[in-house]
């Protein structure tokens, strides 16, 4: 099958620039952690990359740990870029990351030169790149100097491995210093990517003005809580969910408290004539310091709800406020 994008794909999506980075990213970006591995199913995932690009989304999120295996996300979006997606390289954004284990022994994991290097080199391997667009360290790394991993990501720009770098899981002390470092070495931080949603609000006690401060952008995962702010869990725990597979989302954590607050965000999504999703993706993107907002997805409607969901009005103040008060409930 021969891929043509679409037409219409710019008239579609809304872009905002990174920081103080001449970049701009589309207002959904698209993270291949789940539903792209060599388990899943290849037209699937196929399906998702060429919606995504058909209604603008230009970036695609991925790490060197993504399958499972671990690996095989990078595999197969390579496979998928070379055959259908070579000709409009210049128009996409492909990210990748290194700081979680990916082979034995002591080279294989965390932030020292070797590992990031070496790590790099397999992902641009995997995906048939001669550079990415932006390489994260993917975590803080509590037994290497900050510099030395500082310093590695800013010797793969001058490798011409990566355009841009960024950072992902820094608390607001950590990303502080690490810009510090970078601004000595001269390649500005583009972008961190952290865990924020309703129900996760860390970076908001600091790490947003630390990110405007240093004209660093926010690109979020997690937005939905893995599935927490849709309609998936109202009626309870469903079967093949993640919460039912207990591997990162853990049934315990789905309490009465917590359903009781699903549901009432719920209602008042639906009131204002949106999914509990769309609101929850608009609420992380009322805030001018976040970029983008980066989400996954099993099926095409995750992608096309989303974008849609970017047409609906500006949450009000008053909307606002009940949220609040929703969830200090």
């Known amino acids: 099958m021969s891929y043509r994008a679409s037409d219409e794909r710019y008239r579609i999506m809304t872009y905002r620039r990174s920081g103080n980075s001449g970049l701009k990213l589309p207002l959904i970006s698209l993270g291949l952690w789940h539903n792209f591995g060599h388990v899943d199913l290849r037209s699937n995932y196929e399906s998702l990359i060429f919606t995504a690009f058909d209604h603008g989304i230009t970036h695609f999120d991925l790490a060197n740990n993504y399958g499972p295996p671990p690996g095989s996300a990078e595999s197969n979006f390579g496979q998928i870029l070379n055959q259908h997606l070579r000709s409009y390289r210049d128009e996409l954004i492909i990210s990748t990351k290194a700081g979680f284990d990916m082979w034995e022994g ?3 994991n965390w932030g020292s030169k070797k590992y ?3 790590s790099l080199d397999q992902s641009l391997r995997r995906m048939k790149l001669d550079y990415v667009d932006i390489f994260y360290h993917h975590r803080p790394d509590p037994h290497t100097s900050l510099y030395e991993t500082m310093n590695t990501l800013d010797l793969i720009v001058r490798q011409g491995k990566a355009l841009y770098i960024g950072i992902s899981n820094y608390s607001a002390e950590q990303a502080e210093e690490a810009f510090a470092i970078l601004k000595t070495l001269g390649t500005p931080c583009l972008i961190h990517q ?8 860390t970076p908001e006690k600091g790490l947003l003005d630390v990110l405007r401060n240093h004209g660093v952008g ?15 869990y109202i009626d309870g725990i469903p079967k093949g969910s993640r919460a039912a597979r207990a591997h990162f989302l853990k049934p315990e954590q789905i309490t009465e408290d917590i359903l009781i607050k699903i549901k009432r965000l719920n209602d008042m999504a639906w009131k204002r004539g949106n999914t509990l999703a769309q609101m929850a993706i608009n609420w992380i993107l009322r805030d001018e310091r976040i970029t983008s907002v980066l989400i996954g997805a099993s099926k095409i409607k995750h ?3 989303a974008v849609e969901g970017l047409e609906s009005s500006p949450l009000t103040q008053e909307e606002l406020k009940l949220i609040d008060d929703i969830l200090a409930d």
Not at 194 to 201: A, H, Q, V
């Open 106 to 108: 002591p080279y294989g």
């Open 218 to 232: 926010c690109i979020p995962f997690s937005p939905l809580a893995q599935g927490l702010l849709t309609d998936k």
């Open 194 to 201: 952290p865990k924020y949603s309703m129900f996760e609000r």
């Open 303 to 305: 992608i096309t709800d």
């Open 116 to 118: 990031l290097v070496s």
